[in-house]
């Protein structure tokens, strides 16, 4: 079995330091949590970037300021850009981060409700998305929340809408109003993926550890952060990121998996090795 890539989310958009005091909001704030949990064994780091007051924000400025200080407070770690900013956004705004040219950028396989909220990807956005990562040579992250996600992107994919083989998956389960995080939903995702694809599966809230255990089982990857998940245990708020990738790390180590360095995750993810 392959080595497990751990990706950390640090700050998601709508967290708020009322519910975790050590939410991420300002440059300095963010690599600190980028470092926390780059120190204790992730691979990726997934960003989302904060104005100084908390408000979300996908400013090509503030991503260029962040990127580079995590980079160089950690100069080999994979980052993730999200192109999901904040519900409501438009898509000119949640695609100011692929005009810095990462290696990788999350892109959303399709419209769904969150919570009491709808976070919409139509066909037309996921087209234009899916463009320019293919034209700006980026490999996506695919996000699915439902089950029928993975088969619009698989299809999109098929007829060159997106970028293709080999395709990166992330199945975030849990969100309230979409799939439930259950070991058989997972499971039936998981034998739907293209041959030769990569996949990670992420925990809402409760969820965060119950499905990284079998997913690390499984042969998938892990991951978790403060977006999705601000405790370390029922009832006790997590420190820091690093906090939440160190339980990881212990989880896997008792499941007898061996956890990836950034340039191990490269060669998994397909990505060119650093210069």
Known sequence: ???????????????????????????????????????????????????????????????????????????????????????????????QPTELFPEMATLDCGTCNFGDEVFENTMPMMRAFGKRMIENNIKPEYECFEMGHLDTVVRMASKGEVPGAPMQF??????????????????????????GSTWTATGIGRHAFTLAAPTIVMGGHVRVGFEDNLYISKGVLAKSNGELVEKVVRLAKELGREVATPAEARKILGLKPLA
């Open 1 to 95: 079995m392959e080595k497990l890539i751990i990706t950390a989310a640090i700050c998601g958009a709508e967290v708020t330091k009322e519910q975790n005091p050590a939410v991420p909001y300002t440059v300095e704030e963010i690599v600190r949590e980028a470092k926390s949990a780059y120190d204790a064994g992730a691979a990726v780091v997934h960003v989302h970037v904060r104005e100084d007051d908390g408000t979300p924000t996908q400013s090509r400025e503030r991503f260029r300021v962040c990127l580079d200080a995590i980079r160089k407070a950690c100069p080999d770690v994979i980052l993730i850009p999200s192109t999901g900013g904040a519900v409501g956004m438009t898509a000119e705004e949640r695609l």
């Open 170 to 195: 992330n199945f975030v389960l849990g969100v309230p109003g979409c799939t439930p995080a259950t070991v058989e939903n997972l499971v039936w995702l998981v034998n739907k993926i293209p041959a």
